[in-house]
């Protein structure tokens, strides 16, 4: 068994895996509902979109739990205080190359960092809210966000557009993994521990 550490314990592995074959699931389904790409697959790539959908908002229950009850509580690597608000220039500045290092005293995770898995989340659940109304089964519990959003269409805009900001987000969450430490990659991706954490 991998060795388990504080920065990235076996669950949060398995959390990460889970969440990131859900991801990949409501895109691939979600491009084909919209613009279906082979004959008669709607029928699953809808039941596909839906079983993803339920994976990730659990995930997402089953990591906001462990952040604030498991042995290896973390909700405090996601504070977003003065302190961290002053580090963004210094983050931003070595996310464009004008800074050589990441400033001092960022934690486990950089504001820039933070932000953007704070805002994920919160953006998983107008992407449900969407979905649940777009779908005949839900959608009449959901009338109420059509009317406020003034139709079906700009309904599904919304959450074409939300889908988007995820794509963006996750190929940039990739790119940085792969190039900022190639060693965390492979140790949340594929278990293989860096050499600093072997004992």
Not at 12 to 37: A, E, K, Q
Not at 164 to 187: I, M, N, P, R, T
């Amino acid at each position: 068994m991998a060795h388990e550490t504080a920065e990235h314990p076996v669950e949060m592995r398995i959390y990460h895996w889970l969440h990131l074959i859900g991801m990949i699931t409501l895109g691939v389904s979600g491009f084909y509902i919209h613009s279906p790409f082979f004959p008669n697959g709607m029928r699953w790539m809808r039941f596909a979109h839906f079983v993803a959908m339920y994976v990730v908002l659990v995930v997402l229950v089953l990591r906001v739990s462990y952040a604030f009850l498991s042995r290896n509580r973390d909700f405090h690597s996601f504070g977003l205080g003065l302190k961290q608000w002053k580090l963004i220039p210094g983050v931003l500045g070595y996310y464009l190359f004008l800074k050589k290092k990441l400033p001092e005293g960022v934690g486990a995770y950089n504001p820039m960092q933070r932000l953007t898995y704070i805002f994920f989340a919160l953006l998983l659940i107008p992407q449900a809210i969407t979905g649940f109304s777009m779908y005949s089964s839900t959608a009449p519990y959901f009338t109420w966000f059509v009317t406020f959003m003034g139709g079906l269409a700009k309904v599904r805009a919304l959450h074409l557009f939300i889908m988007w900001v995820f794509l963006a987000v996750g190929l940039a969450h990739v790119y940085l993994s792969l190039f900022e430490d190639f060693a965390q990659f492979k140790y949340m991706i594929l278990s293989v521990e860096p050499k600093e954490l072997k004992k």
